[in-house]
C-alpha cells in the first residue's frame, strides 16, 4: 500500500509519515501543492492524506482537480478544528473522510483502515485475472488451469499492475514509480530482472500469457496460441 501525504506542517507532515511506516505502508511526503497535485494525478497511490491550506494549489483545488481527472484514490482530508465549512466542501468534492488536528495515532490508523476495507469492498476477492492465469496477490499465488507457483511480493505487485492495464503499454518509468516510489535509487533493470523472473514462471505454468517488450516504450501482457 502506498500512500501520499500532502501537508505543509513539516513536523507533522514526518511524523505522521514516520508513524505510517511503521504500519508497513509505503510514504511518499510532499509539503506543497502543486507537488502534491502533480504526484497524486500519477495515480500510483492508494490513498492521499490531504490538508487544506497549502502554498500554491489548496486541499480543496487539489481533491476537485483529481477527481475531475477521473482518480478514485481515497481522500482523507486533514482539517484545522474551525474548518467546518471546508470539511463539507471537501466531502462534496469527493473526498472520502477527514480528521481535525490535532488527532491521536491510533484514530488515524483507525480511520485510513476503514477507508482501505471500503476501498477493498468494491473487489471482493484477492484474484485477478488474465486470459489463462489468476494471480491471487494475497496468497501470492500464479496459477494457470491445474498449475500453480509462488510469487514474491514484487513479483506479484510487477504482474499486479500489468494485469491492471490489460493490454496496454506500461512504461518501465511507471513501474519503477509504483513499485519503488520516486526518488528511489532502483536502477531500470531491477524491472527486467523481475520481468525475466515472471517469464520464468510463466514458462514453468506453460501458460499462453506472456510479458512482451516493445522497445523504448515498455511491457505489456499478451496471448501467444501455441
Ligand atoms: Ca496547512
Not at 504526484?39 to 492508494?46: C, F, G, P, S
Not at 485475472?129 to 506479484?156: A, G, M, P, Q
Request: aromatic share 8%; with cysteine; hydrophobic share 40%.
Amino acid at each position: 500500500m502506498r500512500l501520499l501525504i500532502v501537508e505543509d506542517e513539516k513536523h507533522l507532515a514526518e511524523a505522521v509519515k514516520e508513524l505510517l511506516k511503521k504500519e508497513n505502508y509505503v510514504v511518499d511526503v510532499f509539503y506543497d501543492g502543486q507537488e502534491g497535485l502533480d504526484n497524486a494525478l500519477t495515480d500510483i497511490y492508494d490513498l492521499i492524506l490531504l490538508d487544506i491550506m497549502l502554498p500554491s494549489v489548496d486541499g480543496l483545488e487539489i481533491l476537485k482537480i483529481i477527481r475531475k481527472e477521473g482518480i478514485k484514490t481515497p481522500v482523507l482530508l486533514l482539517t484545522a478544528r474551525n474548518q467546518i465549512n471546508d470539511r463539507v466542501k471537501g466531502l462534496d468534492l469527493g473526498a472520502d473522510d477527514y480528521l481535525s488536528k490535532p488527532f491521536a495515532q491510533e484514530e488515524l490508523n483507525a480511520r485510513i483502515r476503514a477507508i482501505l476495507r471500503r476501498k477493498g469492498d468494491i473487489t471482493t476477492t484477492s484474484e485477478m485475472v488474465f486470459h489463462d492465469i489468476t494471480l491471487d496477490y494475497n496468497s501470492l499465488t500464479l496459477s494457470c488451469r491445474n498449475k500453480n507457483i509462488s510469487l514474491t511480493l514484487k513479483e506479484s505487485e510487477l504482474l499486479q499492475f500489468l494485469i491492471t492495464r490489460k493490454n496496454m503499454i506500461t512504461p518501465k518509468e511507471l513501474l519503477i514509480e509504483k513499485l519503488w516510489g520516486f526518488n528511489s535509487d532502483a536502477e531500470d533493470n531491477n524491472v527486467e530482472v523481475y520481468i525475466s523472473f515472471l517469464r520464468k514462471k510463466f514458462k514453468y505454468l506453460n501458460c499462453e500469457t506472456s510479458i512482451k517488450t516493445t522497445r523504448g516504450l515498455g511491457y505489456s501482457l499478451e496471448v501467444i496460441h501455441v
